[in-house]
C-alpha cells in the first residue's frame, strides 16, 4: 500500500513539529526516517496511524483521505512497533489474541503457533508470561501482533535501539523477509545511520520538523548539502 502526506503540518502548544510535509512511502518498499532527536519522527509516525491528526495537509491510505477511512480498518491496515514492545498482562497467546479481541474475533491455538513461527519463535512460547520473555522475543511477539491484523504497512519506531547486536540483526533479518515475501510496507525510525544505509530502499531525512531530504540511502553516504552532512557526521561520530 501507498502512504502517501501531503502539505502535512502539526502544531501543539502553539509549537509546530511538523512543517509542511510532503512524500510518498512506496509500496512494498522499506524506507527509513532519520533526524537528530526532537525532529519530529515519532510524530510523523503517529500521524501516519491516526494516533494524531494534522494540523493542516492530508495523509492518504493508496490514495484514499484518510478521513474517509474507516478509523478500525485504518488502524489494522497500518500496524505500528515501537521501542519498549509493550505487552499486556497474560500470555504471549493473550497479546497475540488481542487485535482481535478488540474486533470481537477471536484467534486459534493453531493460527497463533503459525504466526509465531513467522517471526521465528517456537510454539512452546505462547503460555509464558508476555511480561517474562527477553527483549529479543517481546520485539518478535510485537511484531507477530501486526502480523494478525495482516497490515499491509508497518511502522516501526527505534525496534532495536533496546537489544544487543545478535538480536538486533536477527529483527532486521525479520523485518527484512516480511518486506520482501509478504510486500509489507515498512516506514522505519532508527537512529543508527548503518542500518538505515544496508536496509533502506529510500531514506527520508528530517531536521527541526521538516522533511530535508529523501532519496536513496546514497543521501546519507554521499550527502549533497551541508545540513545532511553535519548530521550524518554527527550521528556516525
Ligand atoms: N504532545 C506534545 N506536546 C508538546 N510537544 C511535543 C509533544 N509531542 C512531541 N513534542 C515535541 O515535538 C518535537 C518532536 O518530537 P518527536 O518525539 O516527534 O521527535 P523524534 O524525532 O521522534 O525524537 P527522538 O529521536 O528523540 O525520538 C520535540 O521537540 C518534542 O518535545
Ligand atoms: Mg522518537
New binding site residues.
Given amino acids: 500500500m501507498v502512504l502517501e502526506l501531503q502539505n502535512v503540518s502539526f502544531t501543539?502548544?502553539h509549537?509546530t513539529?511538523l512543517k509542511n510535509i510532503t512524500g510518498r512511502f512506496h509500496k512494498g518498499k522499506i524506507t527509513t526516517l532519520v533526524?537528530?532527536?526532537?525532529?519530529?519522527?515519532?510524530?510523523?509516525l503517529k500521524l501516519c496511524n491516526n494516533l494524531l491528526t494534522p494540523t493542516s495537509g492530508t495523509l492518504y491510505l493508496d490514495g484514499q483521505p484518510f478521513s474517509e477511512i474507516e478509523p478500525t480498518v485504518l488502524r489494522r491496515e497500518v500496524g505500528m512497533a515501537l521501542q519498549a514492545a509493550p505487552m499486556i498482562n497474560g500470555s504471549v497467546y493473550d497479546n497475540l489474541q488481542l487485535p482481535r479481541k478488540l474486533a470481537n474475533q477471536s484467534l486459534s491455538i493453531t493460527e497463533a503457533e503459525k504466526f509465531l513461527h513467522a517471526v521465528g519463535l517456537s510454539s512452546s512460547l505462547l503460555q509464558q508470561v508476555a511480561n517474562d520473555l527477553s527483549g529479543g522475543q517481546r520485539q518478535r511477539v510485537s511484531i507477530a501482533r501486526t502480523l494478525v491484523n495482516h497490515s499491509h504497512v508497518l511502522l516501526l519506531?527505534?525496534i532495536t535501539s533496546a537489544l544487543d547486536r545478535t538480536a538486533v540483526s536477527e529483527i532486521e533479518q525479520l523485518i527484512t523477509t516480511l518486506n520482501q515475501q509478504h510486500g509489507v510496507t515498512i516506514i522505519w525510525?532508527t537512529?543508527n545511520l548503518q542500518q538505515a544505509i544496508a536496509l533502506s530502499d529510500n531514506v527520508w531525512v528530517?531536521v527541526d520538523?521538516e522533511l530535508i531530504a529523501t532519496g536513496e540511502p546514497t543521501i546519507l553516504t554521499h550527502p549533497t548539502n551541508e545540513v545532511i552532512r553535519q548530521f550524518v557526521e554527527g550521528a556516525l561520530r
Avoid at 35 to 44: C, D, F, I, M, R
Wanted: no cysteine; glycine share 20%.
Fill in positions: 501543539i502548544d509549537t513539529i533526524g537528530p532527536s526532537g525532529a519530529g519522527k515519532t510524530t510523523l519506531d527505534e525510525i537512529h528530517m520538523g
